[in-house]
């Protein structure tokens, strides 16, 4: 089970973590320190959000929303474990 941001990244932009990065100049080290600190989707930066909506395509609602069931499901995963 990915990471919240990795799972939209993948899933919802058909990119890698890295292609991601080169096409918006947010760091990949950024991306992977979130996931090491276990970074909510409450607490991302709001410039990774808004490349997620122009990207994609979707609004901001709809990318909140799929993050959040993301996380919903990454964190149920983690207790599985």
Do not use: C
Not at 44 to 64: D, G, M, R, T
């Amino acid at each position: 089970m990915d990471y919240p941001v990795h799972r939209f990244i993948k899933t919802n932009l058909g990119m890698t973590p890295y292609a991601f990065s080169k096409a918006t100049g947010i760091p990949q080290q950024s991306i992977s320190s979130w996931k090491s600190r276990d970074k909510m989707v409450n607490k991302l930066p709001i410039q990774l959000l808004i490349a997620f909506v122009s990207i994609s395509n979707k609004n901001y609602e709809a990318v909140i929303i799929l993050l959040l069931k993301y996380e919903i499901d990454y964190q149920e995963f983690l207790r599985s474990l």
